[in-house]
């Protein structure tokens, strides 16, 4: 399935943060039954607060996409849709995004059907074809997968992320995908940090722009600078027909949730501690750290006795 136009190069990355392009989504995207199942976009309401909200994520994404150089001219950029809001908004913004963008990319998305009892597999499909935007459905039955594998009671998400990768991976791989987009959102990359921190001892989060462990992929997250709080009320004004994920179940006590309860407390008490976390993620002294892999603190003596003779000599 041929796509649309895509990309930016690091020189016209800086490009698209800045262009502009109009708020109201096309006549054929605004069309709607008022059936969220039905995958149709209702009648978008437009107001002064939308088109702000609206202007500000595409500020964001434009600036995360230029600061990391996430998409380049000629870039084929795969958008994984999962049917939540997250995914939504990045294609929406992504969509938005590449009406004024100095540069061709194509965008495709891609969903991948777990084969979960009671998905609405009509839902995406539906919606997709009334936007004109080019998709894929991968059809996988990672649902019995993981519940043959995992245990009743435990976590699923680790053994269901690295399927969905997976399968993810080789339709890149096969379609000549440059980029793989991915929804993750400022609060995302914030809560991951505090996950590797308290249960994985790792001073790590969720980079912006990644490269696949076996280096043949390059994974994007334009929503990198965008707030959680920002997407829900996007997503709201969309209506977007939102597909619960079913296959955790209730799974309440998951390490994430835990963390972001934690984060919005503390948000709550004390307003623009994320912001804060957030600008520490971006801003990194390595020397004061203790990472001895990361740093040469044994080299020290050598810098100072370096400084010492070249101080004497002069």
Known sequence: MSGAQSGADPSSAARISRAQSGGAPSSAAAQSDGDPSSGVRPPLRISNNFKKLEARLRSAAGKAIADF?????GDRVMVCLSGGKDSYTLLDVLLSLRRNAPVHFDLIAVNLDQKQPGFPAHVLPEYLTRLEVPFHIIEQDTYAVVKRVIPEGKTLCGLCSRLRRGA???????????????????DDIIETLFLNMFFGGRLKAMPPKLLSDDRRHIVIRPLAYVTERDIERYAAAREFPIIPCTLCGSQSHLQ????K???????????????????????????????PSAFDFPGLERLCAAQSTGGSNA
């Not at 991976?169 to 000549?176: K, L, V």
């Not at 994430?256 to 963390?259: E, G």
């Open 69 to 73: 150089g996430m998409i380049a001219e």
């Open 168 to 186: 993810l991976y080789r339709f890149a791989a096969e379609h000549g995908i440059t980029k793989i987009a991915l929804g993750h959102h400022r």
């Open 256 to 259: 994430r949730a835990a963390v």
């Open 261 to 291: 309860d934690m984060l919005w407390e503390w948000e709550r008490k004390f307003p623009g501690r994320l912001e804060s976390i957030f600008s520490s993620i971006c801003n990194i002294s390595v020397s004061q750290l203790a990472d």
